[in-house]
């Protein structure tokens, strides 16, 4: 069973960065996409970024596009999101999972996917 720990939340400033990980426990990780889902207080998680299992193509809510970037490093076996000009609304927990099917592009869907992290923090002060 893979296992997914998120980290590198943290409290920032409305206009700063920050940068997540996600580092999954087993090597066949790599033949998976990934995503990184969100969830604030009272509302629904929502799709964040999706990165295909290759890297090759990648998936970003309207609402993160231009801000943030999503990466992958199969060597290390880790996923990355890089957070810029972070608003008061990108405040939330921020999940990373890996698809149910291998040599996948990526869903914006979360009942796409299989695993799941146990979630980082992040909260963007005004």
């Known amino acids: 069973q893979v296992q997914l720990v998120e980290s590198g939340g943290g409290l920032v400033q409305a206009g700063g960065s920050l940068r997540l990980s996600c580092a999954a426990s087993?090597?066949?990780?790599?033949?998976?996409?990934m995503g990184w889902f969100r969830q604030a207080p009272g509302k629904e998680r929502e799709f964040v970024a999706a990165?295909?299992?290759?890297?090759?193509?990648?998936l970003y809510a309207d609402s993160v596009k231009d801000r943030f970037t999503i990466s992958r490093d199969n060597a290390k076996n880790t996923v990355f999101l890089q957070m810029s000009s972070l608003k008061p609304e990108d405040t939330a927990v921020y999940y990373c999972?890996?698809?149910?099917?291998?040599?996948?592009?990526?869903?914006?869907?979360?009942?796409?996917?299989?695993?799941w992290g146990q979630g980082t923090q992040v909260t963007v002060s005004s």
């Open positions: 999972a890996s698809e149910r099917s291998r040599y996948g592009m990526g869903s914006t869907l979360d009942y796409g996917y299989h695993y």
């Open positions: 990165i295909s299992w290759s890297g090759e193509s990648t």
């Open positions: 087993e090597r066949t990780w790599i033949s998976y996409a």
